[in-house]
């Protein structure tokens, strides 16, 4: 047997006598008319004293019926809103179309169009949508996608096409110290952190994420590209494989945030900040709480400033503002020139580097004269 209903009443009605008998499923029912005051001289206003003494006493539940939600119950709940809502009884599926709005804990979907599965408890979305999760300490995450799968029993949510999920910053964040460096990393805490990719796994209640398929993560300073990652949200980590390119973005953006200063000529300062760092590698791990990457792979390979260096290992640091290579490193200068050691640290905020040699290793250079 298939309902239709057009009219809000007739939808929270039907949600609450359907949707709401399932398990963690339900929906607002209307409000009931207030009942009119008691006047002095009714009999009701005289037999007011006592209902009210009568209520301090918890009553009996009356034969037959339903126990009171247990504490906790509100947050078990879904609650699903739209215009129109078409139910098919015998197949369980509800389909909900108009400004529609699913509610679990503290997640909001909203769109235009769903089918939900009331005895799988899934929701089925085909066309753009928006998913926001807000609540304290917790930065706010917003969410957005051409289609959704929301598995409410598991709190997952699986997104196909255009998958763009935000993490906002930390907009009251100030420097602990008078410090460029504090400045920087002040700056970088106030900004969002975004991920793309085409496809998506969250879990609500946890805020982990899986992307697959041409995955861009980008905030201010840096941005990275990659065939997959993960989003650990308890570490505060994103790691990423495949294919990984980690760009330090130019530091233009340091002038216009007052952190560097332009009022002097500096040649040295001015390279620095037109010139951007890659690294390209099998594996990346960042940080988001220090702003630290660690790449690795067969060949980590890092091109700044005229330089390309290779090795298996290179960690940035964001505090020390370096580049840490390490095991078969390899430095070849735009000279022709080349470095052969166990260990270089390149300095990003100038254009400084240097190179070490293992346990009684030594450090080889090779360079070309001219004829």
């Known amino acids: 047997m298939r309902h239709h209903f057009t009219r809000s009443l007739a939808l929270t009605a039907l949600l609450a006598s359907t949707l709401g008998t ?3 499923v339900s929906a607002l029912a209307a409000p009931k008319p207030p009942a009119p005051a008691a006047t002095k001289s009714t009999p009701a206003a005289k037999a007011a004293p006592a209902a009210n003494a ?3 006493a918890a ?24 215009e129109q809502l078409t139910y098919d009884r015998q197949s369980e599926l509800a389909t909900l179309v ?13 769109t235009e169009q769903v089918k939900h599965d009331a005895k799988g408890k899934i929701s089925y979305i085909e066309v753009p949508f928006t998913l926001i999760q807000e609540k304290a300490p917790d930065p706010k995450t917003t969410l957005n996608g051409d289609k959704m799968t929301f598995y409410h029993s598991e709190k997952r949510v699986y997104v196909e096409g255009s998958v763009k999920l935000k993490r906002q910053g930390m907009p009251e964040a100030a420097p602990q110290e008078p410090t460029k460096r504090e400045k920087v990393k002040t700056a970088l805490k106030k900004e969002d952190t975004y991920i793309e990719s085409e496809k998506m796994t969250y879990w609500t209640d946890r805020k982990d994420a899986e992307f697959t398929g041409k995955v861009h993560a980008y905030q201010k300073e840096k941005k990275a590209t990659a065939d997959h990652a993960l989003l650990n949200n308890s570490q505060d980590k994103i790691y990423m494989d495949g294919n990984v390119v980690l760009t330090q973005i130019k ?9 560097v200063d332009t009022s002097k000529p500096d040649p040295e300062r001015d390279k620095m900040v037109k010139e ?6 099998d594996k990346l791990e960042i940080d988001q709480r220090t702003n630290d990457a660690v790449m690795t792979g067969k060949i980590v390979r890092v091109e700044q400033k005229g330089r390309v260096a290779t090795s298996e290992r290179a960690v940035y640091s964001d505090k020390d503002q370096t580049i840490t290579m390490t095991q078969n490193v390899k430095i070849r200068r735009d000279t022709g020139d080349w470095i052969n050691a166990d260990k ?8 400084r580097f240097e190179a070490f040699g293992g346990q ?5 250079t090779e360079f070309l004269l001219n004829e």
């Not at 539940?61 to 879904?78: F, I, N």
């Not at 951007?276 to 590698?281: Q, R």
């Not at 270089?344 to 254009?351: C, Q, S, Y």
């Not at 009684?360 to 080889?364: F, H």
């Open 22 to 24: 399932l398990p963690g």
């Open 54 to 56: 009568k209520a301090k």
């Open 59 to 82: 009553p009996k539940a009356a034969p037959g019926a339903k126990p009171a939600p247990a504490a906790g119950a509100e947050a078990k709940k879904v609650r699903i809103f739209s």
């Open 98 to 110: 108009g400004k529609v709005k699913i509610l679990q804990e503290d997640t909001t979907i909203t």
């Open 251 to 259: 530091g233009d953006w340091l002038v216009r945030e007052g952190i």
């Open 276 to 281: 951007s760092t890659v690294m390209t590698g």
């Open 344 to 351: 270089a640290v390149f300095h990003t905020d100038n254009d």
């Open 360 to 364: 009684g290793g030594q450090v080889e």
